[in-house]
């Protein structure tokens, strides 16, 4: 048992928000009866690295078994559910360092009523921060945890945008140096690119479907104005995944590009190679009868015995060059 009187394990921060009072923030040592939905609604946003974390969760009122679970997962992958008129599951998004972004992938669980939304995570979100800054600054825009839902995954747009600006400007800069006259291996700087367009792509589609399913669902239990906003979302989400898939289509053309010139770099070398291979068998075929430790070879005596090798193996050099000429390899 959680005592209700105690502190809120793994808590990062907590506000009431009401339309009348704006948002307060609840101090960082406030306890679960603090935090219990009351007048507007409560955000709480939680760490799961604090073990401690799903016992509260447990004593929380209102939170269903699956519900539970979905707060409390370290699943990677995103889901969306409903239960007893609670919205729940897993949003990709954005990690964040203390003083930047970044483009590794994150992950926030999450589950709202009318009353209340809870965030879980495991390493900060970019975000989430975003939106926590929101509601500090104007709270009359959130009336109700639904909308500060639909904000958390339009600002995690916002963040793909900026993403995709960014890989968009490293393709130009790629597509310049592929296309350029000096032939130069960029594989190593594509390979990463295209990787995280892939990864973005396989999740942007994973949470179209999801929304898509939930907002299609004949259920009795959806709670109100859900539908809408999923709708509303899986339209933001789309415009996003075709720039994404318009990304990865770029990068794909760019690496066969790469692999055109580097298989055309190594026919030519293998060309050269054979040219040369064909040149010097003749001159190899002369010394190496010349070369024969046996008797009566041809001018063995004598003062001009190696000018007239080496004039012969100049003469096989020409036959064969006049050869590939002829054959119309040359």
């Not at 939170?63 to 919205?87: F, K, M, N, Q, Y």
């Not at 509303?232 to 415009?239: F, I, T």
């Amino acid at each position: 048992m959680f005592p209700l009187t105690s502190t809120i394990p793994g808590l990062v921060w907590a506000y009431r928000v009401s339309s009348g009072t704006g948002s307060e923030r609840l101090p960082a040592d406030c306890t679960a009866l603090d935090a219990l939905p009351g007048d507007g609604f409560v955000w709480l946003h939680l760490n799961l690295a604090d073990t401690r974390l799903p016992s509260f969760l447990e004593q929380f009122p209102g939170l269903t078994p699956p519900v539970l679970s979905a707060l409390t997962t370290h699943d990677t992958h995103a889901a969306l559910g409903i239960d007893e008129g609670l919205l729940y599951g897993t949003l990709v998004d954005f990690q964040r360092e203390f003083d930047s972004t970044t483009r590794d992938i994150g992950w926030l669980h999450f589950a709202l009523s009318e009353k209340f939304i809870i965030t879980t995570r495991l390493q900060p979100i970019r975000s989430v921060d975003k939106v926590r800054a929101a509601v500090e600054k104007n709270a009359s825009r959130y009336a109700s945890p639904l909308q500060l839902f639909e904000v958390l995954v339009a600002e995690f747009q916002r963040g793909l945008i900026a993403v995709v600006l960014e890989l968009t400007e490293e393709l130009n800069q790629i597509e310049d140096l592929v296309y350029g006259s000096e032939l130069r291996d960029e594989r190593r700087r594509l390979t990463p690119v295209r990787r995280l367009i892939v990864r973005l792509h396989r999740h942007l589609r994973t949470m179209l479907l999801i929304m898509r399913r939930a907002a299609a669902t004949d259920d009795d239990e959806m709670p109100e104005g859900v539908e809408e906003s999923l709708v509303r979302l899986s339209g933001r989400l789309e415009a996003v995944d075709q720039d994404v898939q318009a990304l990865a289509d770029r990068a794909r053309l760019l690496h066969e590009e790469l692999d055109s010139k580097q298989s055309a770099e190594t026919n030519r070398h293998l060309y050269i190679l054979s040219l040369m291979t064909a040149l010097l068998l003749p001159p190899s075929l002369v010394t190496g009868f010349f070369g024969m430790n046996t008797t009566n070879l041809p001018f063995a005596e004598g003062l001009h015995g190696t000018g007239y090798a080496f004039a012969f193996i100049v003469i096989s050099v020409m036959l064969s060059w006049w050869v590939l000429r002829r054959t119309g390899i040359l």
